[in-house]
């Protein structure tokens, strides 16, 4: 099935260290996005991917890192620059252009102790 | 980047029509205006789309307004499943000046909690 797959759901890291989630989308996509959930806010913006290798920071891009080595991959490393990093992580995926939906995947819960 | 203005919260009976309403006054020419809903602990899913018309699919219907400054999701029957988080946003239409991509981006506001009573 076409779709956008984050994994893992679940990651629980130990403070000080980087940790990489992974987002794959099969739908042949061309831009991709992460957010960053905290309980009862709205999505806050990352980075984003308009194409392959290029990407523009988002909103609350201090302590996160990306790459967008290929078209279907867009993986974001939480590094230990980031003070807060405990946060539901979401991955989408669009065509890009303004008139199409973007599809969401299911998230990851990071959680830093 | 155009922002959009949503209540916080709205509630409604089951069975009866629900109308969310968004404000986005800076709104520009080439943008559309995306809604989303959000269950807990899920990612978003689309819910429609407009730019001018009103738009209607399986899910809701949107109304927007001629000026363009603001749009209304209107579920015509609401059910419990509708109790959701739902984020209108604007969809922004620049193109670069060289190449070929252009910036859909996306974000998100806070968004409409709405509960759905039996």
Redesign the interface.
Known sequence: DGGITQSPKYLFRKEGQNVTLSCEQNLNHDAMYWYRQDPGQGLRLIYYSQIVNDFQKGDIAEGYSVSREKKESFPLTVTSAQKNPTAFYLCASSSGQTNTEAFFGQGTRLTVV | DAKTTQPNSMESNEEEPVHLPCNHSTISG???I?W?RQLP??????VI?G?TSNVNNRMASLAIAEDRKSSTLILHRATLRDAA?Y?CIL???RTPNAGG???????????TILTVHP
């Open positions: 080439t943008d559309y995306h989303y602990s899920q990612g978003p899913e689309y789309h730019l988080v984020y969809r922004e239409g991509t252009s910036y859909g981006k996306l974000t998100f506001g806070q968004g």
